[in-house]
């Protein structure tokens, strides 16, 4: 096939740049220039129906919120870890991974935090994605359905090549870890 007259990749194939989503400008204040958004492909399970699409609340979100997909409340108590189903599975891009992370107000209201931050959502998976939450609180906490619980951040993933080494190049920190530069 001749490139020069091949067609371009259908927009919005997985990893694929597609145009930036309009946002709303705040008064008195320009744009921000919007890098082309990510085709990212998601499949909702029958138990995600009514549920909206993970989403960015703000315009300046890096997040998009992810909601709980439970068919009942489901209450955590004080210390307690929990699997929440998100009702989803997603395509993640080749060369991209879907990080899970905790929502800052319910941690600095409730404490409740993702145990495992950031999760990983691999680009090779296509389960569901299930977020996994801990109450670190001291009174109970309860999900409930289509409750806002965790936010995903696509992030690229550059592969490693390892090159193996007799030494390192020396920096004015040289070996110095956990705690060396003072307290906190």
Do not use: C, K
């Amino acid at each position: 096939m001749d490139p020069a007259t091949a067609a371009p990749a259908a927009p919005g194939a997985p990893g694929e740049p597609v145009a930036p989503a309009a946002r709303p400008e705040a008064p008195g204040r320009a744009a921000p220039a919007a890098e082309p958004a990510v085709a990212v492909r998601i499949q909702r399970l029958p138990h995600a129906a009514g549920l909206p699409l993970p989403a960015y609340e703000t315009a300046g979100a890096a997040g998009m919120d992810v909601r709980a997909a439970v068919d009942q409340p489901r209450t955590l108590a004080p210390g307690a870890i929990a699997l929440v189903p998100t009702g989803f599975a997603l395509e993640v891009p080749a060369g991209y991974e879907m990080q899970v992370r905790p929502r800052s107000g319910l941690a600095a209201r409730h404490g409740i935090t993702l145990p495992n931050s950031p999760a990983t959502i691999d680009s090779d998976y296509r389960g569901e994605v299930r977020v996994i939450v801990q109450n670190l609180g001291a009174v109970p906490f309860t999900v409930e359905r289509g409750e806002r619980i965790a936010q995903l951040v696509l992030q690229r993933v550059p592969r490693v090549a390892w090159l193996e080494s007799e030494s390192l190049t020396a920096t004015p920190r040289g070996a110095g870890g956990f705690g060396h530069t003072g307290r906190g």
